[in-house]
């Protein structure tokens, strides 16, 4: 009787692991709105950081409102941090020529961030702030500064 040689399964994309891994951080988020989550793997796809959007460290969540709308001191934009700024706080190692992988295509202040760190490769599932002025000026920035976006749709977003 003849012995059949075992094969590998085939495992998950890296993409699609990051993405995952996007997601599971974002249930960290205590807004009530939007959970966004962002991973950064360095060039051998090694987890550099993790974050999530959310007041920064220290701060109370019952300190600031969590509304999206009114005075601009009365909402959440002015007091919280982004998951893609949270990612690079967090880092472990240099984020030098990264990819970071989010749930929302980056802001115009992650953007920033993001260039200024190095990450050379941002991949997102959502667009859908495309048309607004911080997304424009996001891509016209990440643009000149030759950072490349593409968009991954996780396996587990198709399923929500």
């Not at 974002?26 to 962002?38: F, T």
């Not at 009114?70 to 984020?95: D, R």
């Not at 749930?103 to 941002?122: S, V, W």
Request: charged share 25%; with cysteine; net charge positive.
């Amino acid at each position: 009787m003849k012995k059949t040689k075992a094969k590998p399964r085939k495992s998950i994309s890296w993409d699609e692991c990051f993405m995952r891994m996007v997601h599971i951080i974002a249930e960290r988020s205590k807004d009530p709105s939007w959970q966004a989550g962002a991973v950064i793997a360095d060039e051998r796809n090694v987890v550099v950081g993790l974050g999530y959007n959310g007041f920064p460290r220290g701060v109370s969540n019952s300190a600031f409102p969590w509304d999206r709308e009114g005075n601009f001191e009365n909402t959440k934009y002015a007091y919280m941090c982004h998951a893609e700024e949270n990612a690079i706080y967090n880092a472990n190692n240099s984020t030098k020529n990264c990819k970071i992988y989010t749930n929302l295509f980056p802001c115009n202040e992650c953007a920033k961030t993001i260039i200024q760190n190095g990450i050379r490769e941002i991949v997102y599932e959502s667009d859908k702030y495309a048309k607004t002025s911080v997304v424009k000026v996001s891509k016209k920035l990440l643009k000149a500064a030759g950072v490349k976006t593409r968009q991954y749709i996780s396996a587990f977003a198709k399923n929500k």
